[in-house]
């Protein structure tokens, strides 16, 4: 169905018939149901804006008509219409759809609600929902909109001051999956392949669903997520060569720092300010989180030192690296991608509850320290709280060290063994990602 017939069928509330809503028919045939939680558990009843900016193929248009159905269950014919920023080349554009769109809720809703998916793909959309909101014309309509580019959606709300309603939250992060969840869902088919898949799966539903099935990361879902990946650095103007270049180098480092000078040298780019960009919209995409240095005597980040880049989308880390490993087993049996993975599920995860817990508005600002002796991975809270990461199993007795450097501070190692002391304790991934 093309978004006319999709509004007609909302408006008559026809939920039902096919191709009204495809996604959650496509649902009805996959053998496992993940549930999502990025922090938004009900949408409001008032009128406002709210911005949902996640990944591709992490489920947001899943979810977006799972919306819709429940606010037509729930107010009736005519209270959820849609758009498709897709098939929308100009915020003109937009601006005359919205206006023709919302013409046929139903007068006796309660509640007016537009889904507009995608809205990132059209050029200046914040324009086009300032000049609506300024004209009064959605006063009494709650928009939800969703996008893959993160940089869109952040910076399109700050270009919207006091125009997002009087909603207690606006901006949400659309997150991965949690581990709880995928072990619930994918626990008993895989047994003690499961943190090891959630890993490759990097939280996507699509991926896990695939390595439950079949145990391997299939090459189309490969595609899907580099394709994605490639066509928005495509669209800014960069080249396929440098951007491959640039993650080959990243993967090559893993977790250990390196600065923009040398990242733009080991990548063959002109400068570090060239290296910088290709970094910047990584990160937009929500694939990479530059980790800097801090301050240990007042815990203020060091932005000119070199820093560590994490992939907080481990399934894009798969799509490039070199040894192509596709399934739990490859990635077991290779000790330098697996330590760096174990690392990279530590940022994961830790940019994923900084964005439940909405700290906006750069939820993937991530800090780790070292001294001239030592570095600790992860400042969880700064002065209190620190994580270190391992692969194998580790001894309390090895970072007595931390016990003066840190006087108040408390350790989680990660490794492959338990203990509790006083102010250090080990865990192993699976407990960190069950908490």
Wanted: proline share 5%; hydrophobic share 40%.
């Amino acid at each position: 169905m093309n978004v006319e017939q999709i509004n007609r069928a909302l408006m008559e509330g026809d939920i039902d018939s096919r191709g009204v809503l495809p996604h959650i028919e496509t649902l009805s045939l996959v053998p496992f149901q993940f549930e999502v939680d990025f922090g938004l558990k009900d949408l409001p009843t008032q009128p406002g804006v709210l911005l949902i900016r996640g990944a591709r193929q992490y489920g947001k248009s899943t979810w977006l008509e799972q919306q819709i159905a429940g606010t037509i269950r729930e107010f009736g014919p005519g209270s959820a219409l849609y758009l498709n920023g897709d098939i929308l080349p100009s915020k003109e554009l937009l601006v005359s759809q919205i206006r023709l769109v919302t013409q046929f809720f139903h007068p006796d809703a309660k509640v007016k609600r537009l889904f507009i998916d995608e809205i990132t793909a059209v050029n200046d959309w914040e324009k086009a929902l300032k000049y609506l909101i300024d004209a009064g014309e959605l006063r009494d309509v709650l928009v939800v909109t969703t996008g893959s580019k993160a940089a869109d959606l952040r910076r399109g709300s700050e270009r919207l001051p006091g125009r997002k309603g009087r909603l207690d939250r606006t901006n949400y992060v659309f997150t991965s999956i949690s581990y709880t969840e995928f072990k619930k869902q994918c626990g008993d088919k895989l047994g003690n392949q499961t943190l090891s898949s959630y890993l490759l799966s990097g939280g996507s539903p699509i991926a896990a669903c695939e390595l439950a099935q079949t145990g391997r990361l299939p090459e189309y879902v490969i595609e899907l997520v580099s394709d994605w990946i490639l066509g928005e650095f495509t669209a800014s103007g960069r080249t396929r060569s440098s951007l491959l270049s640039v993650v080959k180098t990243l993967l090559q480092f893993g977790g250990t720092p390196i600065g923009q000078s040398k990242l733009a040298r080991e990548s063959g780019l002109a400068n570090n300010t060239v290296a910088q960009g290709y970094v910047a919209l990584l990160q937009d995409l929500l694939v990479l989180c530059p980790a800097y240095p801090i301050n240990g005597n007042n815990g203020k980040p060091l932005w000119r030192q070199p820093c560590k880049y994490h992939f907080v989308n481990t399934l894009a880390a798969m799509c490039w690296h070199p040894e192509s490993i596709r399934t739990p087993q490859e990635l077991e049996s290779s000790p330098k991608l697996h330590g760096q993975m174990l690392e990279w599920a530590v940022a994961q995860e830790l940019f994923r509850r900084r964005c439940l817990k909405g700290l906006e508005p750069v939820p993937e600002d991530i800090a780790f320290w070292q001294s001239k002796t030592h570095e600790i991975d992860f400042v969880a809270s700064y002065p209190d709280e620190w994580i270190e990461v391992k692969r194998g199993a580790e001894d309390p007795f090895h970072f007595q060290w931390f016990l003066t450097t840190h006087p108040t501070g408390r350790l989680t190692l990660i490794n492959a063994t338990r203990f509790e002391t006083k102010r250090i304790q080990g865990i192993t991934l699976e407990d960190f990602l069950l908490f």
